[in-house]
């Protein structure tokens, strides 16, 4: 009687325990943190870079179309050029390709707090508050005026077509169309409210 006392006491102090702290013991709750993560479109493949001067060119990026979603976070891999490195903020932006007015944009931070490694390999993300619906196409950029040709940042691309209907561009000013490269790229995403 004694042992089933103890059996009946120690199974509910776990099941309080799995209440308490479904992250460590519920397979469920696994589940559901995954299923919780935000949907992301990218395009991951790079062999070359694009020099984002802030003289010359202030832009570089991606024309592609978002199909109704909430845009919460966007992504570039970039980094830094030259020594000493170049000095003002680097900003990560949304425009529409109709008139090219702005749909949002955040101050990512420093272009001399990017790293310096070649090729680039680290997400510099920015998130956007509050997430912007957008259901048309766009262009999604890294953006940066103060450098010289000697003092710039730079934003890894592929250079040859590899996302169907998208390509890369870059504003020097004026859009100027990469249709046979692609910028790599991240943007995570919900679905709009109804």
């Not at 006491?9 to 696994?30: D, E, K, R």
């Not at 395009?43 to 001067?53: A, E, K, R, S, V």
């Not at 003002?88 to 955040?106: E, F, H, K, Y």
Request: overall charge negative; glycine content about 8%; some cysteine.
């Amino acid at each position: 009687m004694k042992k089933r006392i103890v059996w009946l006491v120690l199974s509910c102090l776990i099941v309080v325990a799995l209440v308490l702290s479904p992250g460590s013991f519920n397979a469920a709750a696994g589940a559901q943190d995954v299923s919780q993560k935000k949907p992301v479109e990218e395009q991951l493949l790079h062999n070359t870079i694009i020099g984002i001067d802030g003289s010359d060119k202030i832009r570089a990026g991606q024309q592609l179309n978002i199909p109704n979603r909430r845009v919460t976070h966007l992504a570039f891999m970039l980094i830094q050029l030259g020594t000493p490195p170049p000095e003002g903020n680097v900003v990560l932006g949304i425009r529409r390709v109709s008139d090219d007015s702005l749909i949002c944009s955040a101050v990512w931070g420093q272009a001399s707090s990017l790293p310096t490694n070649y090729p680039p390999t680290e997400w510099q993300e920015v998130q956007f508050h509050p997430p912007v619906t957008i259901n048309e196409e766009v262009r999604i950029y890294a953006e940066f005026v103060g450098g010289d040709a000697e003092h710039q940042i730079a934003s890894a691309l592929q250079s040859e077509d590899v996302k169907p209907g998208e390509h890369a561009g870059y504003y020097a000013p004026g859009w100027a169309a990469q249709t046979d490269s692609d910028h790599t790229y991240r943007y995570k995403w919900r679905r709009p409210h109804p």
